[in-house]
């Protein structure tokens, strides 16, 4: 029997199978909760400026809190812990911590106006609010039109190794004589060096497709080092 089918090649098939083909055949979750998120956070804060402009809440805190009854269920475990946080840590740490807990540069800039809000007092939250959520709209719209171009390189991904998989098969069940040469150890060796290539590349393909990480401009440090 060729040593091409024991187990250093069913080794090496297990191992890419598992790190490499659900990376590669997936694809798009990270921008489909980017859209989800977005999407919550530009209902949430439009929530929060109909509340303001409207005088059915008299304060930021009180806002807040009412604004947990229709927030989103992306971000609503998010707003019930910036709600509860506010009475024995203050608006300020409870919006630090909110911003944190979503990690979304939306969600820092969101917290931001409330803080200064918060420490400053002054008119114009309301329309600060609605021209952040219409932001975030707009953002949700460009993140769907990138996406739907992402797409086209993933399914292309999808493709090669759906093709490569069966053409590898079909060789070491109907073309064994013409696989002999990676029996010996050599050939091994030469083959592991072949599949490592074509996983690297495949993850380089699918990196080039994810969406991008943007900075965060609230980042809590003390809230990275308690967790």
Do not use: C
């Not at 930021?60 to 604004?67: F, I, N, Q």
């Not at 060096?193 to 380089?204: D, K, N, Q, T, Y």
Request: glycine share 8%; proline share 5%.
């Amino acid at each position: 029997m060729l040593a091409l089918t024991g187990w250093p090649v069913a080794a090496l098939a297990t191992a890419a199978a598992v790190v490499f083909v659900p990376s590669v055949v997936g694809g798009g979750k990270e921008s489909r909760h980017l859209i989800t998120v977005s999407d919550a956070l530009a209902d949430w804060t439009r929530r929060l400026a109909d509340l303001i402009s409207s005088g059915a809440a008299g304060s930021t805190r009180e806002a807040l809190r009412r604004s947990l009854d229709s927030a989103p269920l992306a971000i609503r475990p998010a707003v019930a812990d910036l709600v509860s946080r506010m009475g024995p840590q203050g608006v300020e740490t409870a919006l630090r911590r909110f911003a944190d807990d979503v990690r979304d540069p939306a969600a820092d800039k969101i917290a931001m106006v409330l803080i200064l809000r918060e420490r400053n007092g002054g008119p114009g939250l309301a329309e600060v609010l609605t021209a952040l959520a219409t932001d975030l709209d707009e953002r949700s719209r460009m993140i769907r039109e990138v996406e739907a171009e992402r797409a086209k390189p993933r399914s292309n991904m999808r493709t090669i190794v759906i093709t490569t998989g069966l053409v590898v098969v079909g060789m070491l069940l109907f073309a064994r004589t013409f696989l002999s040469g990676y029996s010996s150890l050599g050939g091994q060796l030469a083959l592991l060096v072949v599949a490592a290539l074509f996983g690297a590349a495949l993850r380089w393909m699918r990196a080039l497709s994810a969406p991008p990480t943007w900075p965060r401009v609230l980042a809590d440090r003390s809230v990275e080092v308690a967790r």
